[in-house]
């Protein structure tokens, strides 16, 4: 019944922006911390950000900090990644996930969210 459903991927060159959008439902959203892994073809899922339950706090992997913004919309129960100065080796699937505790050494493991959207591909043409 819970579900999280991504959108937002696509094709952009080198320089470019997106903007990926995860709709919730099925939970209280407003109960967990929100967070965003991606996963490039022969890799491991690599952290790439998460947010608090009210969106008061964030926290980034180094190499997208100050490129990447993410963000929450509490009455919309939707979460977002915005994406500014793309580069090719952000190519990936990006993933959502839900999950209840918050910490850093927490929300940047992957078996600490308790549920998963379905991926959508971003890739960055150079």
């Known amino acids: 019944q819970v579900q999280l459903v991504e959108s937002g991927g696509g094709l952009v060159q080198a320089g470019g922006s997106l903007r990926l959008s995860c709709a919730a439902s099925?939970?209280?959203?407003?109960?967990?911390?929100m967070g965003w892994f991606r996963q490039a073809p022969g890799k491991e899922r690599e952290f790439v950000a998460a947010?608090?339950?009210?969106?008061?706090?964030?926290h980034y992997e180094d190499s997208v900090k100050g490129r990447f913004t993410i963000s929450r919309d509490n009455a919309k129960s939707t979460a977002y990644l915005e994406m500014n100065s793309l580069k090719p080796e952000d190519t990936a699937v990006y993933y959502c996930?839900?999950?209840?505790?918050?910490?850093?050494?927490?929300?940047?493991?992957?078996?600490?969210?308790?549920?998963w959207g379905q991926g959508t591909q971003v890739t960055v043409s150079s």
């Open positions: 996930a839900a999950g209840r505790d918050w910490g850093p050494t927490v929300v940047v493991v992957s078996t600490r969210y308790d549920y």
């Open positions: 099925g939970l209280s959203f407003s109960s967990y911390v």
């Open positions: 947010v608090t339950w009210s969106g008061s706090r964030t």
